[in-house]
């Protein structure tokens, strides 16, 4: 199944490592203007230089009004990937404010921040667009010492689903990816240890744990016309796990 985004011009959160950064270049591939979006500089830099036509903008998505005066000088976009994410892991009492404060503000407000911005483009446009927002088998499977992790995917699905609703009407396509552990290479650093890796390998039906080109795949086909009466969905990219 070819997909191809001539003439569509995109933007990727979070596209300075991992996930993001393969779906970027994805997208370059598809034939998108495609605009990558770190905080990192070094990040981009490399990106450039690996993908000379992409476009880079550094900003902190922890940042509401910084970051959105940075993006809103960007202009409009078809697509958007809602990728950047961060965790932190303790057990339930010992989680702080700041870890809150730290995961919510990416994992939940950025989403919601970056999203208005874009959004509002594609209405004034009259074309309308997709948005893909990048969510985590976590949203439905608790894991522990995750609870903020967890909780914050969790409102990533539910956000999705009234984007979905409020958006629809104005041509505007919202769905979010859930995959379990990726192997980017934070993931197989942290997956290493058979003896950590085993009891989630086995509560996969399929045996194994998802690689980057598995959410790169499913993204593009949600931001395609492929996935044309697809709104509101919440993909899970997981081997299985929720069918236990």
Request: net charge neutral; aromatic share 4%.
């Amino acid at each position: 199944m070819e997909i191809s985004f001539k003439g569509k011009r995109a933007l990727v959160t979070g596209a300075g490592k991992g996930i993001g950064r393969d779906i970027a270049k994805a997208l370059v591939r598809c034939g998108a203007e495609t605009v990558a979006v770190s905080r990192t500089q070094e990040d981009l830099d490399s990106l450039k230089k690996e993908v000379p036509s992409i476009q880079t903008v550094q900003a902190d998505l922890r940042d509401w009004d910084g970051s959105r005066k940075i993006l809103e000088a960007v202009g409009c976009v078809d697509l958007l990937v809602n990728n950047a994410g961060v965790s932190k892991t303790a057990p339930f009492f010992e989680v702080t404010k700041d870890d809150c404060d730290f995961v919510y503000d990416v994992n939940i407000k950025s989403i919601i921040n970056v999203s208005q911005v874009f959004a509002k483009g594609m209405v004034e446009s009259g074309r309308g667009g997709a948005i893909v927002n990048v969510s985590s088998v976590a949203s439905q499977v608790a894991l522990k010492e995750h609870t903020v992790y967890c909780s914050s995917k969790g409102a990533v699905d539910m956000l999705t689903k009234v984007m979905a609703l409020e958006l629809g009407p104005e041509k505007i396509r919202v769905n979010s990816v859930n995959p379990t552990v990726v192997m980017t290479d934070m993931g197989r650093y942290a997956w290493s240890d058979p003896k950590k890796a085993d009891p989630m390998l086995a509560r996969i039906p399929l045996g194994k744990f998802v690689e980057i080109e598995d959410v790169v795949n499913a993204v593009l086909f949600l931001l395609s016309e492929k996935a044309a009466m697809i709104n509101g969905s919440l993909l899970p990219i997981d081997g299985g796990i929720l069918a236990n």
